[in-house]
């Protein structure tokens, strides 16, 4: 029973016509599969809906190329190679949307081949391996809420360099300067720190205190965004 479930579509023939139904059936369960890899790719995740839209109908077209020449890996995979990266040319992935994308392609590819049980499984492993990752938050650095930057707005006659020290000793437990930048004919100095406090519930207290020292100038302090280029 599970050997044949596991023989691929195309053994069982020396001919190299691929049959309505076989045809048929493979990119049906291609879709399957897609569609599948997408609701997981949704799950807690931002997404488009553009790409949802591409990761559900990449595997049943990399299926038809591997299809189409008759089980040529080789050229199948070049091919659909060429597809995927029309994506990524003008707008850069990030390293999950790659992931993601050779994930559907490998599906897809299995699926052309023939080996349609095999397809299914690659996509059930992989597709529970990813609901793990996402429900246990691997990567996700929420231990760092408390990472923070602050821009922040000077007169040109405060000294930016030991004006705030014993303020960032009091509510920081590390802080480094990371940019100045001068504004309004230099009469203005844009500060851009990255630090972490102590505790989250004293910002306000916090913010309240650099006012004081700022003349109320402009000021703003947000989540430490992890570089989105990875790759």
Avoid at 106 to 112: E, H, Q, V
Avoid at 172 to 197: F, P, Q, R
């Amino acid at each position: 029973m599970l050997s044949s479930i596991f023989t691929g579509l195309f053994d069982t023939t020396a001919t190299s016509v691929i049959s309505v139904s076989q045809f048929v059936l493979c990119i049906a369960v291609s879709l399957v599969i897609g569609g599948a890899l997408a609701w997981v790719y949704t799950f807690r995740s931002k997404y488009t809906a553009s790409f949802v839209v591409t990761l559900a109908l990449l595997p049943a077209v990399v299926c038809i190329v591997i299809m189409m020449v008759n089980g040529n890996v080789g050229a199948g995979v070049a091919v659909a190679g060429a597809f995927s990266l029309v994506r990524f040319r003008s707008v850069p992935g990030t390293a999950k949307e790659i992931g993601t994308i050779f994930l559907a392609m490998a599906a897809g590819l299995i699926a052309g081949m023939g080996y349609l049980g095999y397809a299914v499984l690659f996509s059930l492993i992989m597709g529970i391996v990813m609901l793990l990752l996402n429900i246990l938050g691997v990567g996700t650095h929420q231990k760092d809420t408390k990472d923070k930057t602050l821009k922040i707005t000077i007169p040109e006659d405060l000294n930016y360099g030991s004006a705030f020290d014993d303020v960032f000793e009091k509510y920081t437990d590390k802080c480094e300067i990371v940019s100045v930048k001068t504004s309004n004919m230099g009469s203005l100095y844009k500060l851009t720190y990255h630090l972490n406090l102590k505790d989250i519930s004293q910002e306000k207290a916090f913010l309240d205190e650099l006012r004081c020292r700022n003349g109320n100038l402009e000021i703003s302090i947000a989540r430490q965004e992890v570089n989105v280029n990875e790759l």
